[in-house]
């Protein structure tokens, strides 16, 4: 069953635009982390976000949280063609963290 | 070194024969995963570790076990594979199940035949 989910299948975006990735879940949480999946590569976490903070910054990314509307979202600003990937919210209540099904970023030149 | 070591990378079996994925991680955590993935579905959760001999059943554990006799090495077994169990099979390690990173292994593609 899956807890979190992304609200996008795909995007695509020009590279040095910004961008925005949606995460909606369904229970209350501890914390939410946002991983990148690069194509034939296993799934890399960018940012952990708790359930008591509204914003947590890595670099390029932004990460922020809303408990009321139980939704996350992932800025990357000045994408680049190495930003391509799929990009997965997975919020961690009970015993273990569970993944949404992602989303598709494509950074064209 | 933190590093999730996936073996064998690719299989391809026939379908009623037995399946071993190994998975190792040389970060002394206590706590390891076995995922799939397939397109459109995600990662699905098939077992956790929480240590040596204390497995539990995730989302998804039908057709599937599991062994961890040392702390560094958790296995996935398929008894008689079935072709729906064709998938990508992922392996992860974490300090802590609810909240730690999860480090992930580059995954073992299995087609069953």
């Known amino acids: 069953s899956q807890l979190a989910e992304e609200n996008l299948w795909a995007l695509s975006v020009h590279e040095g635009e910004s961008v925005t990735v949606n995460c909606s879940y369904k229970t209350s949480i501890t914390a939410l982390q946002w991983y990148r999946q690069k194509s034939g590569e296993g799934p890399a976490q960018l940012i952990l976000?708790?359930?008591?903070?509204r914003e947590k910054r890595n670099g390029r990314l932004r990460a922020t949280l809303d408990t009321s509307s139980q939704s996350s979202s992932l800025s990357i600003t000045a994408t680049r063609c190495e930003d391509t990937a799929v990009y997965f919210c997975?919020?961690?209540?009970?015993?273990?963290?569970?993944f949404g099904t992602g989303t598709k970023l494509q950074v064209v030149p | 070194d933190m590093k999730v070591t996936q073996m064998p990378r690719y299989l391809i079996k026939r379908m009623g024969e037995n399946v071993l994925l190994e998975c190792g991680q040389d970060?002394?955590?206590?706590?390891m995963y076995w995922y799939r993935q397939d397109p459109g579905l995600g990662l699905q959760l098939i077992y956790i570790?929480?240590?040596?001999?204390?497995?539990s059943e995730g989302d998804i554990p039908k057709g599937y076990r599991v062994s961890r006799k040392k702390r560094e090495h958790f296995s996935l077994i398929l008894d008689s594979a079935k072709t729906n169990q064709t998938s990508v099979y992922f392996c992860?390690?974490?300090?802590?199940?609810?909240?730690?990173?999860?480090?992930f292994g580059e995954g073992s593609k299995l087609t069953v035949l």
């Open positions: 570790s929480y240590d040596v001999d204390s497995n």
């Open positions: 976000i708790r359930s008591n903070e």
């Open positions: 997975a919020t961690g209540s009970g015993t273990y963290q569970r």
């Open positions: 992860a390690s974490s300090l802590w199940a609810n909240t730690g990173q999860l480090y």
């Open positions: 970060m002394s955590h206590e706590t």
